[in-house]
């Protein structure tokens, strides 16, 4: 067999204990249940990974909002067409709930040409109907509403699926309808996302009418905890030089169902010409040996004579696509593991594509969003019969000197870096993180190991049902807002995306051998933490700060010990939990200072040490050492501000001459200061 050459960032193994799939009596899965729970809320936000039960899980709350709640009508919005299906009729009643969920087919504008003069009019006429549900895209809503107003959609449910699609940039037109409906305040909202990120760095909601929903997170820990088959998730990266397609082979199994996603035109991974780089991943795989006329796939000969069947969604001859489309949709092929072997795809086979038994999410070149990126995951994490195994690499071109656009490659370098970061933090169990003090004692439910609980230290205990940690860390502030309190419960993720998409934190963090560690844990993570809030209160922020930390922290020593074995081979069954304990018992004492005083780019270093040459690490390190500025007076006043707390603590302010390098940083930004007021005032 192949020997994988991706390097793994992070692997993460489940417990199998089959939860995910199981059902209660009124058919509802987990995930389903627990948003069911809050079926009561005007808006609700539900986040769960892909494959997790969203479209059924709408379906619930709407059919009791429609039969229970008063609401008249619900209309649920879609981004395209072909995720229409997801929400076609569905008999619940014989599954134990109390409705079925029927759309009329001329309601479905996703499959219907639109009655009443197109389909923007077809919204009309369906809200002066008896009907009660509606199917249609974003796009069909956003003119329905420019043309008809936000009022006559009063006391309807509007449902949005792939919320993330949604953003608080006035260019957006649905984001921007959003806000005048919570204005408004007479329809009810369900959101639902499998990723609440955006690749742009532009918030879903404005933070004012965020605060109007309730969230309902479904963790993809607690979705891949309770598969039956799927076991193992590998996350990594691959670089190459030269063209991928003669690379290709390093790091594909033609033995493992994949995806391959190969690069957008536009980008430098990309030959120009996709038609001949589909042609040579097929040469590179075997003997041509025709197309299937049935369902138009490549037919190849490998060298063991097994006949593989390759689907291309690249080819721009709309008949032969629409025909491989066509046949890898078809409903009784869906359990059959050798209808397909390989998708090479190009903008498709994305967000909505469901193909179970994809084994290996193979892209090449960096992709701007991480929503796509989760997406894309999203399609090898489906539960199958013998699947145990799933992996996403990410195939990246090293930098070269001889490139003019050396820089630009050292940037998709670090945001391939940041994704990989940001996944691992996706795919952890979650962190519940509290004060250590002489009050402190075990959580029920909670595994605290081998000798149990113990009093005299700081504890870390295990919910393996819910994947959560509850964390005793010596020292931590706590959130006293509501508002502040429901970031540290739902939003961390999305303060460490800001931090580690921050391009200066990165750089620095992974290449800057003078960098002590808080400049960027407090003074970095402080400042992007008081520009995301700026309503809140230092104390506010300060916690809020040290849990988003604590955790993108932990997580990457919990991956330090996972990937402590020979060749970057991950532990046993439970290496990323093993690692949190195994830290927090190895140290003197979990306190936040200590915390702080990791560098949360290490691990992620050591791991790209291994996968990059050593000629392009040095390269990098040499591309962004030549920007390099030693301080910025923003910077220098955040020390400084950090200064007077040191002051407040020990008497004094920080010295230039300290052995301790933080202490020494804290003076160096006093000193920068006082150099720029002495200037000014000498003119």
């Known amino acids: 067999m192949t020997q994988h050459k991706s390097v793994p960032s992070v692997s993460v193994n489940y417990a199998q204990n089959g939860g995910a799939k199981k059902s209660n009596e009124l058919g509802m899965r987990v995930m389903q249940e627990r948003a069911f729970e809050k079926r009561g809320e005007q808006y609700l936000l539900i986040k769960s990974p892909p494959a997790s039960g969203k479209s059924r899980a709408l379906m619930f709350i709407a059919l009791d909002k429609l039969n229970s709640q008063g609401v008249d009508k619900a209309i649920v919005v879609v981004p395209e067409k072909s995720i229409g299906s997801s929400f076609n009729d569905e008999p619940l009643t014989k599954y134990g709930f109390y409705w079925d969920w029927q759309v009329e087919p001329k309601w479905n504008l996703c499959n219907a040409p639109g009655e009443d003069g197109g389909k923007v009019n077809s919204v009309k006429a369906f809200l002066d109907s008896e009907d009660q549900v509606l199917v249609c895209t974003h796009s069909t809503f956003r003119f329905a509403v420019d043309r008809y107003g936000v009022g006559v959609f009063d006391n309807c449910l509007i449902a949005v699926d792939e919320f993330h699609h949604v953003s608080a940039n006035p260019d957006n037109k649905l984001g921007a309808h959003l806000g005048q409906f919570i204005a408004r305040d007479k329809v009810h909202i369900v959101a639902m996302t499998g990723s609440y990120f955006r690749g742009d760095a532009v918030a879903v909601l404005n933070p004012e009418d965020e605060a109007n929903f309730d969230t309902v997170t479904y963790t993809y820990y607690e979705q891949l905890n309770g598969y039956e088959h799927l076991k193992r998730l590998d996350i990594g990266y691959y670089f190459y030089s030269g063209s991928y397609a003669d690379s290709i082979l390093e790091v594909l199994d033609p033995s493992e169902k994949t995806i391959i996603h190969i690069p957008n035109v536009n980008s430098r991974e990309s030959t120009k010409d996709k038609h001949k780089e589909v042609e040579h991943i097929i040469e590179e795989l075997g003997e041509w040996k025709g197309i299937d006329p049935d369902t138009g796939f490549h037919l190849v000969a490998r060298e063991d004579r097994k006949i593989l069947r390759i689907a291309d969604l690249v080819d721009d001859d709309p008949a032969k696509r629409d025909k491989v489309s066509a046949a890898l949709k078809r409903p009784e092929e869906k359990n059959n593991r050798d209808h397909v072997d390989i998708i090479i795809a190009l903008g498709m086979a994305k967000e909505g594509f469901d193909w179970i038994w994809c084994e290996h999410a193979l892209t090449i070149g960096y992709r701007a969003s991480l929503t796509e990126i989760i997406q894309i995951i999203g399609r090898a994490t489906r539960d199958a019969e013998g699947k145990t195994h799933a992996r996403f690499t990410n195939l990246i071109a090293e930098p070269d000197a001889s490139e003019e656009a050396v820089t630009d490659a050292v940037n998709d370098t670090l945001k391939a870096i940041a994704a990989s970061l940001l996944m691992e933090q996706v795919l952890a169990p979650k962190f519940n993180f509290t004060p250590k003090n002489a009050a402190s004692g075990p959580v029920e439910g909670f595994d605290y190991g081998e000798g149990g609980y113990d009093p005299n230290k700081e504890n870390v205990g295990f919910n393996e049902e819910t994947g959560q940690f509850q964390i005793e860390i010596k020292g931590l502030a706590e959130p006293k807002s509501n508002d502040a309190q429901r970031i540290v419960q739902e939003d961390l993720n999305e303060v460490i995306t800001a931090f580690v998409q921050d391009k200066t934190a990165l750089e620095r963090g992974l290449f800057d051998e003078e960098m002590v560690p808080e400049e960027l844990t407090q003074v970095r993570m402080g400042k992007i933490v008081k ?65 702080d005083r990791i560098n949360p780019f290490g691990e992620a270093y050591a791991i790209l040490a291994k996968a990059m040459s050593e000629e392009s690490l040095k390269q990098v390190a040499a591309v962004i050492a030549a920007k390099r500025v030693n301080l910025t007076p923003e910077e220098a006043r955040d020390l400084a501000k950090r200064a007077l707390k040191f002051k407040q603590e020990r008497g004094r302010l920080p010295a230039l001459d300290s052995a301790d390098a933080w202490e020494k940083r804290m003076a160096e930004g006093v000193a920068y200061l006082a150099r720029m007021k002495a200037e000014a005032a000498n003119g």
């Open 531 to 595: 520009d995301r809030y700026p309503e809140l209160d230092e104390e506010d922020q300060e916690a809020i700060r040290q849990h988003a930390i604590a955790a993108l922290n932990l997580t990457q020593k919990a991956k330090e010990f996972a990937n402590s074995g020979d060749e970057g081979e991950l532990g046993g069954n439970t290496a990323l939990i093993d690692g949190v304990r195994k830290f927090a018992m190895d140290v003197r004492e979990l306190d936040i200072d200590l915390i």
